[in-house]
T-cell receptor, first 114, second 111 residues
Framework: DTGVSQNPRHKITKRGQNVTFRCDPI?????LYWYRQTLGQGPEFLTY????????KSRLLSDRFSAERPKGSFSTLEIQRTEQGDSAMYLC????????????FGEGSWLTVV | GQQVMQIPQYQHVQEGEDFTTYCNSS?????IQWYKQRPGGHPVFLIQ?????EVKKQKRLTFQFGEAKKNSSLHITATQTTDVGTYFC???????????FGGGTRVLVKP
């Protein structure tokens, strides 16, 4: 499978715990996005990388959220001290100019904070 | 900040009928994309529109980009049960890379 891969697919955690999600984009894609989606809503932009540089970060991303893409390949999204309001699906997507800027989404990582 | 709105939020369609969903941006866009998300799935790219007034067709789906590049529409003819899902538009501003999604139109098809 050469699509965008995310893991874990599902995570249930207790409030206050830290969680980390990983995204492996399509290999030749230099741009990587994180979005968050709650039930009945459209995806909300969180952050964007071009290669290893984090170029844009939403105001939705509080200090408890951090994302990295250390070698310009895979990316991680960490949420510290989780709150119930963090429960959502976290979507990773990748693209490149050679793909016509079409954004390819992974299947998402579902987070439930109890 | 940029806002993208879609109407209607819900669309109940009799199988075989046509319908249209609309997307409006608060700012001028460089391009607009449409995605479909099946229940329990992830958004899947359908099409990108770039030019003012552009119209593209994919089988029973017709996509249009407004002349002012601030609105778009998706028209589906002869709706089938396979058309069930949520259709999102997502716009990109001229100088940015971020895609801003609308709230989606949830389509239910009555057989």
């Amino acid at each position: 499978d050469t699509g965008v891969s995310q893991n874990p697919r599902h995570k249930i955690t207790k409030r206050g715990q830290n969680v980390t999600f990983r995204c492996d984009p399509i290999s030749e894609h230099n741009r990587l996005y994180w979005y968050r989606q709650t039930l009945g809503q459209g995806p909300e932009f969180l952050t964007y990388f071009q290669n290893e540089a984090q170029l844009e970060k939403s105001r939705l991303l509080s200090d408890r959220f951090s994302a990295e893409r250390p070698k310009g390949s895979f990316s991680t999204l960490e949420i510290q001290r989780t709150e119930q309001g963090d429960s959502a699906m976290y979507l990773c997507a990748s693209t490149s100019r050679s793909s016509g800027n079409t954004i390819y989404f992974g299947e998402g990582s579902w987070l439930t904070v109890v | 900040g940029q806002q993208v709105m879609q109407i209607p939020q819900y669309q109940h369609v009799q199988e075989g009928e046509d319908f249209t969903t609309y997307c409006n941006s608060s700012t001028t866009l460089s391009n607009i994309q449409w995605y479909k998300q099946r229940p329990g799935g992830h958004p899947v790219f359908l099409i990108q529109l770039v030019k003012s007034g552009e119209v593209k067709k994919q089988k029973r789906l017709t996509f249009q980009f407004g002349e002012a590049k601030k609105n778009s529409s998706l028209h589906i003819t002869a709706t089938q049960t396979t058309d069930v899902g949520t259709y999102f538009c997502a716009g990109r501003k001229a100088a940015g890379n971020k895609l801003t999604f609308g709230g989606g139109t949830r389509v239910l098809v009555k057989p």
